[in-house]
């Protein structure tokens, strides 16, 4: 079975166009087969991306898959963001670049299993985590996002009651000190987590 956060570059091609609107900018999008939500922007990517504040200086999308956050951030922030997008899945990669060039926008495109080839520190890292991935892959994202945090920087996730959203909360909270964390929406089983690196 091929999962979206494998590398699935031999998969293959179906190749679909679809638009999505955030704060009144257009934004178009390419998917195609072995990537994450190839028809449309997944609902819990919408929540998230409703749910960030203003960004500004060094911004991960972690997990981008075919660039949705990164190249939304991207689009609104422009000047005073500085955007980076990983993944571990080729072709999501492949899909980013073009996205990102389709979008008119700029943007570092790495890849990497989780933090591997990711360098620097940065004031925000996001994600919408690859729950299907397993807890063992997924927390040990979670400890290296806290390492590659500038002080006072944010960590942003979305995730389902189902998928184990209070589960994760705890292990974050461990990470993280539990009053650094702020809950910006929870509603109808969805949640966005921010933990904030205070040391």
Known sequence: MNHYFHSNEHLKHEQRLHEYVHKFT????????GVFSKGQVDKATEILLDNLPELSGKVLDLGCGYGCVGIVAAGIYKKNIEVFMSDVNGRALELAKINAERNGVRAKIIKSDGFENIPGNFNFIITNPPVHAGKA????MYTEAFEHLEPGGSFFLVIQKKHGALTHRQKLSE?????????????KGYFVFEFTKMT
Do not use: L, W
């Open 175 to 187: 990470i993280y000190g539990e009053r650094n964390c702020r809950v910006p929406y929870s509603k």
């Open 26 to 33: 257009k934004f178009e999008f390419v998917t195609d087969a």
């Open 137 to 140: 892959v997924i927390y040990k």
